[in-house]
């Protein structure tokens, strides 16, 4: 298959850049700037049409991961910047793929189990799931991510491309042994005797190990009936608090120091980030990957948490 990746230089990009090319694809990372790597790189700048145009004719995929880091302080700019940049992306693919005389046949968008509410009690799917934003109490910060995902779908929905199949890839935590992955640094956390329970540890940790991510964006890719919102997740989420026992034990760390709500406020200011990852209840299960029949190779956090660890120490 001819793949292009829009915003593939991030973590997930490379995870499937660098599955897809070894399993012998063709694979286009479009880039807002030069850089080297193993795949080929065209460079774009998110907003306006190019010469980048011409990867899309004749591709079989586009997968658009497009989008500025949340991984920031939510002021305005970062936010203007956040929206514009998954927005305006989205907008132009649309447009291009509408251009171009053999559009690919199936559309991947990046898009986040953020979108659903904080809730305790019972999981989101994709049928009965409630969109967030309405939450009692919840941050500001919370429903602005909430309105950034609608706005990324929408954009996605208004796109005229009745020859190509739309997905709307609403994903939680890709776990990946790799440096500077939120693994990593969960992991980085533990070892340090830092990865106790967060705030009340209630709080609901949707995630799905690199390898069942990779696989369901390849079932997708082959299941021509399926079109919408799809929740890539494990279907176990777990509890903070289980969710990081399960990790103590499996890197062999015997405690973990818990931290208050009013702690991780202070460390997220420090850090220049927001708590919404640590504190949010991202309760997201995949309704629509169970029902289709996806075969999950790793289900369950212990046995995850354990082929990372153990992938982790062989690369050091």
């Known amino acids: 298959m001819k793949i292009v990746i829009p915003g593939g230089t991030g973590q997930v990009g490379i995870l499937l850049a660098r599955r897809f090319q070894a399993d012998g694809h063709e694979v286009t990372v479009l880039s807002r700037g030069r850089q080297k790597a193993p795949w080929r790189i065209v460079e774009w700048d998110g907003k306006t ?24 302080r939510y002021n305005a700019a970062n936010r203007q910047e956040i929206v514009d940049s998954r927005v305006e992306s989205t907008r132009i693919i649309g447009k291009a793929i509408a251009e171009v005389k053999r559009p690919p046949s199936v559309w991947l968008q990046a898009s986040t189990a953020t979108i659903y509410a904080h809730r305790f009690d019972v999981p989101n799917d994709e049928a009965t799931g409630i969109i967030g934003g309405r939450e009692t109490n919840a941050p500001e910060t919370w429903k602005f991510s909430i309105e950034v995902a609608k706005a990324w779908e929408y954009a ?22 790799d440096k500077d992955g939120i693994f990593d640094t969960l992991l980085t ?31 997708l890719i082959d299941q021509p009936k399926i079109s919408g919102a799809v929740n890539l997740a494990s279907p176990n989420p777990l509890p903070n608090a289980e969710f990081m026992k399960i990790l103590r034990e499996a890197a062999n760390v015997g405690i973990g120091i818990p931290a208050t709500r009013w702690m991780l406020e202070i460390g997220a200011v420090l850090m220049r980030t927001e708590t919404e990852l640590i504190l949010k209840s991202r309760r997201v299960v995949p309704g629509i990957l169970l029902k289709k029949g996806f075969q999950f190779q790793y289900p369950d956090w212990e046995t995850a948490a354990k082929e990372l660890i153990c992938r982790r120490k062989q690369g050091e």
Not at 204 to 209: F, K, M, Q
Request: charged residues 20%.
């Open 49 to 72: 049409m190019g010469e980048w145009k011409n990867e899309l004719d004749g591709a079989d995929v586009v997968i658009n991961l497009a989008g500025r880091s949340v991984n920031c």
């Open 156 to 177: 996605l929905d208004q796109a005229a491309t009745s020859k190509t199949r739309k997905v709307k890839m609403r994903a939680a935590m890709v776990m990946s042994p």
């Open 189 to 219: 956390l533990v070892k340090r005797g830092l990865g106790g329970t967060a705030a009340s540890g209630r709080q609901y940790i949707s995630w799905i190990h690199e390898f069942d991510f990779i696989n369901a964006i390849y079932w």
